[in-house]
């Protein structure tokens, strides 16, 4: 029986549209539109990216890398992040 507790997930989340003054990314770049974000849990942190629906390149929110001590908690970063998409406001 192999009792070894995940140790990395993802969660993606197509098709948000930004806020009013998009999303800022670590790249320095401003999003606005229609967005994808993407979440990989891995080492202990989360890592938050963002993408132009259908586009090939992703780029780092803003913040990204969080602390994420376990699976629950980078669930709860993910669906907050969606929410600062969908917020908007330079976020």
Known sequence: MNTRANTWATW????????HG????EEGDVLHGELTVH????????????????AEEWYTLQG?????????TAR????????TV???RGA
């Open 86 to 88: 969908q917020r908007g």
């Open 76 to 83: 709860s970063l993910h669906q907050a992040a969606v929410k």
């Open 64 to 72: 990204s890398p969080l602390p994420a001590g376990d699976e629950e």
């Open 22 to 25: 998009g999303v800022q990314t």
């Open 39 to 54: 979440t990989t849990w891995s080492g202990g942190e989360a890592g938050i990216t963002v993408q132009y629906v259908g």
């Open 12 to 19: 993606t989340t197509e098709g948000i549209f930004s806020g």
